[in-house]
Each structure stands twice: as structure tokens, then as C-alpha cells.
């Protein structure tokens, strides 16, 4: 009785609210950094796309970590999500220009940002919940192929002339608003840059919601899917809803992260969105670690520091003195890239934080002082 | 006990064929309210079979199963299995056949326990209890996302404190279910059964793998739960001290086939049970 009356007491815990400031600390870093440090700076590119990749990332983790459903159709999400978003957003006056081989397209209006990345997700768990229902009876490998093949098919569909009113066919979307349009320049002339934290404030928002579900009833029913389904079904949980459940509402967020995919790169084009996309989230989630919202944001900004900063070294021609270090050339890096890859399947197979989060570390801690 | 006592479950002419192997043939089992029913049966006598289709995990190849008076499940040969059926066929069921799944059994009042344990690995032994009380939701998707149901989370927690305590489990209720000792996570499993709010509880071989002590303090639980939370229990047993020492009847069954049935005095000296299990290979 005792426990009870603690569990009564106990109502925020100090890890959480650790956490809480950690994460407050680094939106204020990451403020601060872009009014002080050049805009051009790699720092804010591998920000802004790793900050993408974490919300894709963390959404793939909801359905392949916590739901124990192997699903690879992320890129095809994103890039109806990514769709969605730039046909929604680009102002009426520029259409023409965008479509002009389809006469200023069929969309004449434009909506603001936030309603458009929400209309991105709806998007994305419209064809979710439809490739759903025969797609999320299979298991394992062939969930796995179905959905990689509906990615593939999405990609052909968006780049088919017929649609092109609507998707601009082959051609590339652009001309929408990016996150360089939440920048504000002030009347004196000088600039708030706020590009980099509205992209990692966007992500965070969302990542939080999933951490919510995640964490509450229906989360639980998931958790207990994955862990086992025979016992899960028998303990009353029904396993089509909530499959379908953590289905929709990975696609929601894979939508959306498409749609901030779309603001970072200004541009958008449909046969961007490949397989290889899908590979890549699915790596960040593995070395993340499969079940951990903190590894997947953690190893999705390494990934994205490595392949597009830290490692571009490899790509070019090194001299140590007079000494030109061999191996060295256009290439390089994914090879480099392939060997870490396969030190941490072969030695760290249950990644960066297995299946612990941010709080847990704090908490462990405390416990040993405890003792 | 009342002049009629409530049927909560009715089985009848059940048999399940999986591809050329009979595994039940036509039986036939009534549970009443209240009581602690064993079904036991040499190996592979098709006991586990049993429970499977009672549960919704197995579609029956030929009969009806009711709960609590109402018919839930009810198959007869169709198609192919016309031909191939080697049962016997009690009465034809010409109505139609009648499925559910697990979870909607669940929710209709059934839980149960595996012979092999099954319990949520990657949880605490907290969470494995909590879990099993989401199908007893009020809260939809949004209000459990955005934790508005803090009532009902806050309920469960204490429903949960509250049946890991009366287990003696309260303490290690935050160590990971699979780092428990054998005997407690057998344990675990039926607390977490009782977390579903069942009638009738299932239990597949709960004393497996306990020491003689152990066993006896689990028929001594198995009491204590049938009058603390009302249940009928219908369990597979094959301790038989156990099974003698708590069953009000005993079904026996072999080969899939009912051979006894009666108050644990009769099947002792039953003649049927005894060459059904002398003629085996143990006991």
C-alpha cells in the first residue's frame, strides 16, 4: 500500500525535467549559433536536414521499433508529403512560371505553411491507411517488399505526364516557401535568422507527439504487439487497429518530415525520392538504435554531419606535406561510409542507445547514488 | 451455491483437424460459474488444442463454443475439408459459422496463460500488467496522446500496484519481466491475465517447472483468486496432486478424444484414465 501512496506523491521526476532543460539548452544554442555564426556554414545545413531526418527516422522507429512492423515505404511517404506540400504552398503568381509546360496548373490558390505541412501528413496517411488494409497482413519481409514497392510505384505515378496539371509531371516543383522564407528582416535593415530553429522547433513538435503516443496506452499496445503478437491479441489488444494505428500515423509524420525534406532543399523533384532514401532513414534508425527516439535523432544528425560535412574530406585530393595521401578521391567517402556501417552491425548491433531514451541515462545515474 | 448454477462455458462436439491429424475429436465440456475445471491427458492428447480454440486463436473444424451462454464460435466442414474430414460428426451445424478473435474474446471476459510463457520481453513487470488493461480503455487515440485520461492512466497504475502487491511481486516491479525467476514470471503471466478483468481464466500448465513447494502454494493462489476476483477457472494440468487437490471436476481427454469426466475421486478410479496413461510412456 505503500507504493501507492508513493505513486501518488511522485509526480514529475527529476530525469524528465533534466531532459527537458537539455533539450531547452540546445534550442537556445541552436538560436543563438544562427545569429552569431555565418548562414553559409555547413553547421546549419547539417542541421536542417538533420533535424528532417530525425522526424522520418523517429517515425520509421514508431512503426519498425515499437510496432515490430518492417515497413520501407518512408520515402514514399515523403514524397507525397513532399508533393503535397509544394502544390499547396506555391503562390498563385509564380505558378505560371512553375507550370509552365501545363499552363499554370490546376491548384490556383496557395495556402499558408503550417495548414499546408498538415495537409502534407493528411495526405500521406490517406494513401497509408489504403495501402494498409491489404499490405499490413503480411508479415515480416514481404510487409517489407510491399511497401518498398509502393514507394517505387508512388514515384513512377507523380512523374506520369497525364498528372502533370497537378504535379508538374517530371518537372521540378519550386518557388514554394522554404525555411529561409521565416527569416525576418528587421526595419533597420539587419536579419533574425530564424530559419534553423523554426526547422528543429517543427521536427521537435512532432518527435514530441510521437514520444507522446509512444509513451501512452495505445503505445503500450504496440510496444506489446511487437513483443509478442499471439500474447498481445490474447491480452485483448487488437491487433489490426492498432497496427493500422502506428501505420497512419508513421505516414502523418514521414509526410511531414517530406514536406520540411521540400523547404530545405528548395526545390523538390520526384525521382529524388528513391529507394536509397528509404535505406538511408532505415540505417540512422539501426544505428540509433531500434526502439529509441533519442538514438534516431542522435544518429540521424551524425549521419547527416558525416555524409555531408565531416567526411567530404575523403572526396578530395589530401596533402600531408609533400605526401598525397592515397586512396583519397570523388568516391571515397562511401566506402569509408560502408566500413562504419558495418562496425556497428558487426559490433554494436544494438546502436548508439539500444532501446534507452535521453531520461534513462540521467536516471541511471541517480539510481547507482541511490545504492 | 445458487439452485442453477450460470454456464460460462459451453463446448460442444468440438473437433479440430489440422491437415490429416484429428488433434480434438467431438468433445463435449461444460463449465459452470465458479468452479476450478482441470483437463488433462497424456502428451499430446490435444489439451493446448482445446484452449486455442476457446481462445479464437484456432478456427474449429467442426462444432460451437458458447460464453457465458451465447454461442461465439461455430465452424462445420466447408469446401475441401468436406472430403478430408475424419472427425466424427456430431450434430451438422447448418447454420452459419460464427468466428471471433482473440481480442474480442478477451474483452468478452476470457484470459488466459501460455504453457510456454509469454510475456512481454522488452517491458517491465509493470508495464506487462499495465498493458494488459488497455482493452478496458474509455480514452480514445487523442485524448490518450494528449494525456487527458490521467483518471483512467492514474486508475490503471493503481490497478496494477495493486495486483503485483497481492502477488508479492510489488518489489520487483520495475526489473524486466524475462529477468524474473522462472516461478514468478509464471505468476506474472496469470497477474497479468487477471489485469484483463476476465470471468473465466485459462490456465495452460501453470505449475510447470515449480519445485513440489511451489506447486502447493500455487493451488493455494489458484483458491485465493476464483473467490477474490469471482472467476471460473478452467485449467491444464499435469501435477496431478495439484490438479486433485483443487479441481472441482476433471475432464480427460486422449488421442483428442473425451474418455472420463467427474469429481476427482472418480477419475482416480477410473479404469479408462488409468490405461489411458499406464499405456503411454509416463506416470
Known sequence: MSKIAEMKRKRVDAPKLITFLVVLALYVGVFILEQTVPQTSMLFTVLKKGAT??????????????????????????????????????????????????????????????????AAGVAALFFAFLIGLPVLRLKSDYLAIATLGFAEIIRAVLQWNTLGPLTNGSNILRMYPTFNSFNIVRPDGSTLYLSTTVCMLMAGVCIALIVLLIHSTYGRGMRAIKDDEIAAEAMGINLAYHKRLSFCVSSFFAGVGGAMLAMYQNTVQAKSFTTAMTYEILLIVVIGGIGSVTGSCLSSFLFVACSEWWLRFLDEKQMIGTWEVPLLRNGFRLVVFSVIIMIVVLFFRRGIMGTKELPDLFRRRTREAIK | MSETPRNVLHIDHLTMQFGGVVAVNDLCLDINEGEIVALIGPNGAGKTTVFNAVTGVYEPTNGEISLFGKPVIRNHPQGKMKKEYLGTLGDKYLSAPLTHTPDELTKLGVARTFQNIRLFSGMTVFENVLTAQHLRRTSNVFTALFHLN??????????????????????????????????????????????????????????????????????????????????????????????????????????????????????????????????????
Not at chain 1, 96 to 112: D, E, H, T
Not at chain 2, 193 to 213: C, F, I, R, S, V
Open chain 2, 150 to 283: 490521467r483518471a483512467e492512466d492514474h486508475r490503471m497504475r493503481i490497478k496494477t500496484m495493486d495486483l503485483l502487491e497481492t502477488v508479492g511481486l510489488g518489489d520487483l516491479k520495475d526489473e524486466m519481466a524475462t529477468a524474473l525467476p522462472y516461478g514468478k514470471q509464471r505468476l506474472l503471466e496469470i497477474v497479468r491475465a487477471l489485469a484483463t478483468g476476465p470471468k473465466l481464466l485459462l490456465l495452460d500448465e501453470p505449475a510447470a517447472g515449480m519445485n513440489p513447494q511451489e506447486t502447493e502454494e500455487l493451488g493455494v493462489f489458484i483458491r485465493k483468486i476464483r473467490k477474490d476476483f469471482g472467476l471460473t477457472i478452467f485449467i491444464i494440468e499435469h501435477h496431478m496432486n495439484l490438479v486433485m487437490d483443487i479441481s472441482d471436476r476433471i475432464y480427460v481427454i486422449d488421442f483428442g478424444k473425451w474418455i472420463a469426466d467427474g469429481v476427482p475421486e472418480e477419475i482416480q478410479n477410473n479404469e479408462a484414465v488409468i490405461n489411458a496413461y499406464l499405456g503411454g510412456d509416463e506416470e
Open chain 1, 53 to 118: 531526418y530525425a522526424l522520418v527516422a523517429v517515425s520509421m522507429n514508431l512503426c519498425n521499433g515499437f510496432t515490430g512492423i518492417f515497413s520501407l515505404g518512408q520515402a514514399g511517404f515523403m514524397l507525397i508529403g513532399a508533393y503535397t506540400y509544394a502544390i499547396l504552398t506555391i503562390p498563385t503568381e509564380s505558378r505560371g512560371v512553375v507550370y509552365q509546360y501545363f499552363n499554370g496548373g490546376l491548384v490556383q490558390f496557395a495556402l499558408p505553411v503550417v495548414p499546408a505541412m498538415i
